[in-house]
């Protein structure tokens, strides 16, 4: 495949087979009786909470997920949701299902801020702006779910990554950016910042000065020439759209010929949680291999 192709990135078996362990612990009940306390019912209305719940709940701790972000969610979690009651973020639903702990999100605010009046416990799970953040809200839900040991083991693949990236040289990094449609764009002070920095991949959208997110304009982001262009998004031929077809601006391909477009879905990145593992090794994945064969594309 030439450089301008697109092309997915990859997971290692290693990092799945962890994930994976995890979820089978959560999907599977225990093998003998437990005189603790059984572990709380617990209720999504926020996207980003089903995918804590999935891979760290026990199935039959969940009573409902919010319906929606099937898009956002990586396969792995999707097959454990099969089955899984959805309900659509009503009060009416939350009073009727009178969960131990419903979790929320910052979409949810009015709804939860209603059930509270009911008495029903809130957590509000936060979009985290770093891989640190990421990691102490995989361990909180995981310790408030009664199962510490599987936030942990995802904690833990965490810290060996960062352990891997801080003995990488600088000489081995690349530039690059997520560039969205429209011109959405990721600097300092964002999750995809943190994953980027962490896999080796220097973020030129934060080397330009812009923290959070927003628009970049494109005469900037071509003057910046990264080397790899991550695009999160996911084309419908049939219902083209003029502002996610801008990623495929005649501009861009003329002013960039020798950029390596990647596809990297925000399911990666969107949420946190148990991706983040997953998110670090395809982008230190994509790091390896382009370092170990120029011009070539995992």
Known sequence: MDRTGDARLRVTGRIFATLMTAATAAASPPAQADVSPPPPRVMSIDQCANQYLLALADRDQILSL??????????????????????????????????????????????????????????????????????????????????????QTIAGQIDRQLADAAGRPASQHLTGVVYRGGGYAYGSDTLVDSLMTTAGIDNVIARLGQKRAGTVEMEALITARPAILLDDQARDLRSPRIATDMLAHPALRRALPDVARIQFPMAYWLCGGATVPLAIDSLSGLVRTRGQAPGRLP
């Open 66 to 151: 919010v319906k929606g972000g099937d898009e956002t969610t990586l396969p792995f979690l999707m097959e454990r949701s099969e089955g899984i009651p959805r309900n659509h973020r009503t009060v009416e639903e939350i009073i009727a299902e009178r969960p131990d702990i419903l979790l929320s999100g910052p979409w949810s605010e009015m709804t939860a801020a209603l059930a509270k009046r009911f008495g029903i416990r809130i957590v509000r799970l936060d979009a985290p702006r770093a891989i640190a953040s990421a990691r102490r809200q995989i361990t909180d839900v995981a310790r408030m779910l009664g199962h510490e040991d599987r936030g």
